[in-house]
């Protein structure tokens, strides 16, 4: 038996500025979408051409207070071909959480505070 991972799934407080941010901060786009009849959800697929693996972001009409994230010790991790530009552009964004020169990596925080690792191609 062979399982294919095809997405992982994160809540969020307000869709259009996490979908801005995924946009701007990693080049994610809308592949789908789905509302509930009622208004109470939105599910948003966000991909890019680099991988088949979604994003799938959820938001809770009746969730008004933030996520609690624990030791937000889950994490997604994106490589990158161009280290120094992601570098620069998320610097310039001031979404960089947590640098480790010694491992050559970093980790931005979403605007629910989720940690995304940005590792260089190697």
Request: glycine share 4%; with cysteine.
């Amino acid at each position: 038996m062979k399982f294919k991972m095809i997405h992982n799934n994160i809540n969020v407080l307000d869709l259009e500025k996490s979908m801005a941010f995924y946009e701007e901060a990693l080049g994610l786009r809308e592949a789908k979408r789905k509302k509930a009849d009622d208004g109470s959800f939105v599910i948003v697929f966000m991909e890019n051409e680099q991988s088949e693996h979604q994003l799938e972001l959820t938001w809770l009409r009746d969730r008004k207070e933030p996520y609690d994230l624990g030791d937000n010790e889950f994490h997604l991790a994106f490589r990158t071909d161009d280290y120094e530009g992601a570098y620069a552009k998320h610097k310039a964004m001031n979404c960089i959480c947590y640098e480790n020169p010694d491992m050559g990596i970093y980790f931005i925080a979403d605007p629910d505070g989720y940690w995304l690792e940005i590792i260089p191609t190697r």
